[in-house]
């Protein structure tokens, strides 16, 4: 079987409306004046580790339900625009959208507009099958339409991947991902014991790498049965914000799997790459390229002295 397709992102296309406020959590008041201006433009999570992987030289494609919509069309061109293949399902509820607050440190409040879903949406086994198929691998948004499509994924044979994000590991939502991945990507914000919860979802899943990020606190790598912290990589520039930080990591770490490395030297691409994320705005798309990440990767390991990080104790 040919798979000519490095990585086939399924789900997570839509817009964000971005705002830039004094400070969050943003107290009360009748209105703001917002000199920075209030946008809207293309990328949520599958968007951004779509122009990620491209950005890094792997043939990516992306498959997800868009509605016939400006919002739609604005997923559409950001697409041409990189050169990244996409095949659209109709989505007669419309594109998902999302309004973003972002405080002066780069932190950011979500809120995601659920009404452009419907319980019966799914993608086309007879679109998605052959798609994966021509695919390596796969790394799957936690929308509700993946889901389902997740037990056909394993009878390609392709790899798969998710992120869970915030996932506080108990929502019996996100255990279907969890379990089903050959690597698991989530943030270790809500997880009071994140180790625990990493043994977890490879004690009773397929999973063979979990990572879970932990912003300025770097990350941490289960693989191999040991659990390691990945140091925090300093940005090149000033934070200016963490959208799409976490889908930045993901988007390297892959590159670097596809491409041979060992799951530290992944987990250093990912911290690099998210590193170089969050001096980017979220108004923009700019990705780091696969020349500035490994010259930067290069720059680290010299810095640092050491080719992997320790185990955690």
């Known amino acids: 079987m040919s798979r000519d397709i490095d990585v086939l992102v399924l789900g997570g296309a839509g817009v964000d ?20 201006g209030i946008r809207t433009r293309a990328g949520q999570t599958g968007d951004f580790v779509a122009v990620g992987l491209s950005a890094l030289g792997m043939n990516t494609h992306h498959l997800d339900l868009l509605g016939a919509d400006p919002e739609g069309e604005l997923v559409r061109a950001l697409h041409r625009d990189r050169g990244i293949a996409l095949t659209a399902v109709p989505q007669p509820a419309g594109t998902k959208r999302a309004v973003n ?8 409040l979500s809120l995601y507009d659920t009404s452009r879903a419907h319980a019966d ?4 086994p007879d679109t998605l099958r052959p798609l994966a198929e021509a695919s390596r691998h ?8 993946c889901a389902h499509a997740l037990p056909l994924l394993r009878e390609t044979g392709a790899g798969l991947s998710t992120d869970l994000h915030d996932w506080d590991g108990e929502n019996p ?15 270790a914000a809500a997880l009071t014991d994140p180790e625990r919860t990493l043994r977890d979802i490879a004690g009773r899943g397929r999973a063979e790498v979990i990572v879970a990020t932990a912003g300025a606190e770097g990350a941490y790598l289960l693989a191999d049965d040991r659990l390691t912290h990945i140091p925090p990589v300093t940005p090149p520039a000033p934070v200016i914000d963490s959208n799409g930080a976490g889908d930045a990591f993901a988007a390297a770490f892959l590159f670097g799997r596809l491409t041979g490395e060992p799951p530290h030297r992944c987990a250093l691409y990912g911290a690099v790459a998210g590193a170089h994320a969050c001096t980017v705005p979220s108004t923009e798309t700019d990705a780091i390229t ?16 050491r080719p992997g990080p320790p185990t955690v104790p």
Request: proline share 10%; aromatic share 8%.
């Open 17 to 36: 409306t971005i705002v830039y406020v004094p400070e969050l959590p943003l107290p009360y008041a009748d209105s703001y004046m917002i000199d920075s």
């Open 173 to 187: 939502y996100h255990e279907p991902f969890a379990l089903a991945a050959d690597v698991v990507f989530l943030s």
């Open 121 to 124: 949406d799914r993608i086309p």
């Open 138 to 145: 796969v790394h799957v948004s936690i929308t509700h339409p």
């Open 101 to 108: 607050l972002v405080g002066p440190d780069g932190r950011r």
């Open 290 to 305: 696969r020349d500035a990440l490994l010259a930067r990767v290069a720059d680290e390991r010299r810095r640092t002295g």
